[in-house]
C-alpha cells in the first residue's frame, strides 16, 4: 500500500511539471528536482555508497542504473514527452512498465508470477485503458516522438523498479532512495551541456521545481523504498498503477477534459485490483525460498 501510494503522488506532479513547458526544458527541470534531492540526503550520501560498495559490483551497477535510468533519463523523456504529447496518451502508454517488470523480475529477482497473477495484471491494464480513453474502441495516439519517448521512460522505470528492489535486499531503503538522487545528478547534469541547456530557471520555476523535488521525490519516494524492501516487485508493478490513476485524473480535471461512464468503471478497476493486492499477494507471485512478499504483520 505504500507503493501505491507513493505512486499516488507521482501522478499529482503533472500539476506542475507540464505548466513549467513554457517557460523551461525538461532537462532544466530534472536537474533541479536532483540538486534539492541531493542537497537534503547529503548527510546520508557517505554511509550509502559505503554500503553499495559493500554490497558488489552488481549492486554498484544496479545503482547506477537505477540513478541514471530511472531517475534522470526516463525522467527527462517522460517530461519531453509531456511537453509536445497529450497527458492522456503519455499516463498510458507509460502503463507499459509492468510488462517490463515481469520479465526484468523474473531475469534479475527470480521471482516468478503464478497463474493468478494474470487476473491481477490484464483487469489493471484494462482498467487504465478505460480511464485514459473516453472512446475505448477508438483509440489514438499523437505523434511518433512522445510514443517512443514514453515507451522508453516505461522501459527504464521498470527496471528501475526491478533494480530498485535488488538493491533494497542489502541496502537500507534511504540509502537507496539517496544513491538513486545522486546518481541521477550525475547524469542529469552531463545532459546540460550535451542540449545545451540552461542548468537553472526562473525564481518562480525554481521554487515549483523544489516543489517537485520534494513531494513527488524526496516524500513519495521514501514511502516507495520503504514499501519495496519487502514487496516483491511483481506486485509493486501493479500497485504502481495507482500513478495513472491519479494523473489521468489530473489530466480531466486540470486539463479541460471530459470523465465519460466507461472512465469511471476503469478508476473503479484499477483502485479495486490494487486494493486486493495486500490481501491475495500469496497467491500471485511466486519469491524466492527464504523471502517473504511482505513484512512480518502486513
Known sequence: MLVSLAAAMWGLDGLIRKPLSSSTTAYTIVFGEHVVLVALTLTLLVPAFRALYRAGPAFVAAGVAVGAGASAIA???????????????????????????????????HERPRPGF?????????????????HPLDPHARGLVPIAETLAAAALWGMGTVFGRLLGRRL???????VRFAFGL????????????????????????????????????????????RTPALLAAIG????????SLVG???????LRWT??????????????????????VRTPAGEPAFASGA
Open 172 to 178: 537500507a531503503f534511504e540509502h537507496v532512495a539517496t
Open 252 to 258: 480531466i480535471y486540470v486539463f479541460d477534459s471530459s
Open 263 to 284: 472512465q469511471w468503471i476503469g478508476v473503479a478497476i484499477t483502485v479495486t485490483v490494487i486494493s486486493l493486492l495486500p490481501v491475495r499477494h500469496r497467491e500471485i
Open 75 to 109: 525522467t527527462i523523456l517522460f517530461t519531453k514527452a509531456l511537453f509536445h504529447g497529450d497527458f492522456i496518451t503519455v499516463v498510458v502508454l507509460q502503463k507499459a512498465q509492468p510488462l517490463v517488470v515481469v520479465f526484468g523480475a523474473w531475469l534479475v529477482l
Open 240 to 247: 504502481e498503477l495507482a500513478f495513472p490513476v491519479t494523473a
Open 186 to 229: 550525475v547524469a542529469s547534469a552531463c545532459a546540460l551541456p550535451i542540449v545545451g541547456a540552461a542548468a537553472f530557471s526562473s525564481a518562480h520555476d525554481s521554487f515549483w521545481i523544489a516543489v517537485l523535488a520534494l513531494v513527488t521525490g524526496l516524500l513519495a519516494l521514501g514511502l516507495y523504498y520503504y514499501g519495496l524492501r
Open 118 to 134: 494474470a487476473w491481477f495484471l490484464l483487469p489493471a491494464l484494462a482498467g487504465i485503458w478505460l480511464i485514459a480513453l473516453p
